[in-house]
């Protein structure tokens, strides 16, 4: 099947509501338009939890209008970092997002992140549930009376992401008996965890490099592959670990407009953003990519 019939299907899939997780739960306010230009980005920090045990720092970034937030809600994506990272070094596209209409929340993880007091890259398994307490902690927020982000947050449309440590975190976020809030997610680098992609089908978009050395790009097909929902493959010709996240890097703009309108389709209903995916994502010798349907 050619890859305009493949994301028809997808699309198809999506939009009438046969992925569990894409469908709206009763009372779920009807998506807000699509924005047509670019906001200018706002950022703040707080901490979830801040006299536990995990004590989560957070960084969030979110569209604004003049000094203020914009105005209406706002889809959010949680983002998670790699092993040895923070959220401020994925500000290149973390920002983008934000600017592009969607608030990103993107938390330090406590053992994982550099600088760690107490390093272990065996903590990522406990990351998907940190990733499901910042989600209560936005639903709280969006409800805290004189908090700037309150009634701006639409935490029924949430999407999840991350690179590297964060994109096997992002996998283990969709296991079962997880919130319909969660409605689709972006793995970069990453890969499946026990017990990731067990739950309602949800759309899901890898992404990954072909000559990766620290997380081989057969580990990433290798979970596409799992998957249940409708999901999408873009590849990077000839390159790591993530260099094409960084801006002015090969494959940057792709992976840029690729993700984009990925989160665009799946947390606005935009059919037009889904269309455009596989146009995104070409640049002959430089990406490629592919999707299945639903199975």
Do not use: N
Not at 189 to 198: D, R
């Amino acid at each position: 099947m050619g890859t305009k019939r493949l994301v028809a299907v997808l699309m198809t899939t999506l939009l009438a509501g046969c992925a569990p997780a894409g469908a709206a739960a009763p009372g779920t306010p009807p998506a807000r338009p699509v924005p047509v230009a670019a906001y200018a980005v706002g950022v703040r920090t707080f901490t979830v939890d801040p006299t536990s045990a995990r004590p989560l720092p957070v960084t969030v970034w979110y569209p604004t209008e003049g000094d203020a937030v914009a105005a209406g809600r706002f889809p959010v994506v949680v983002y998670s970092h790699g092993l040895h990272s923070l959220p401020e070094l994925h500000a290149g596209l973390t920002a983008r997002w934000a600017a592009a209409g969607f608030v990103v929340a993107a938390p330090a993880y406590p053992h994982t992140r550099r600088g760690a007091a107490r390093f272990s890259r065996a903590d990522v398994r406990h990351q998907p549930a940190d990733g499901w307490r910042l989600i209560r902690h936005l639903v709280r927020l969006d409800t805290r009376a004189g908090d700037p982000l309150a009634g701006h947050l639409d935490v029924t449309r949430v999407a999840a992401a991350g690179h590297s440590a964060g994109g096997f975190t992002t996998a283990g976020m969709f296991a079962s008996g997880r919130s319909g809030r969660l409605r689709a997610g972006i793995v970069i680098a990453g890969g499946g965890t026990a017990g990731s992609f067990a739950g309602p089908a949800a759309p899901l978009l890898f992404v990954h490099g072909t000559a990766d050395k620290i997380v081989p790009v057969t580990v990433g097909r290798a979970a596409y592959h799992r998957t249940a929902g409708p999901t999408a493959f873009l590849s990077l010709l000839g390159q790591g670990h993530g260099e094409y996240l960084t801006p002015g890097r090969p494959g940057f703009d792709q992976v840029l407009a690729t993700t984009t309108d990925f989160l665009r389709w799946t947390l606005y209903g935009d059919p037009a953003a889904g269309r455009r995916l596989p146009g995104d994502a070409r640049r002959p010798g430089v990406t490629a990519f592919e999707t299945h349907p639903a199975r």
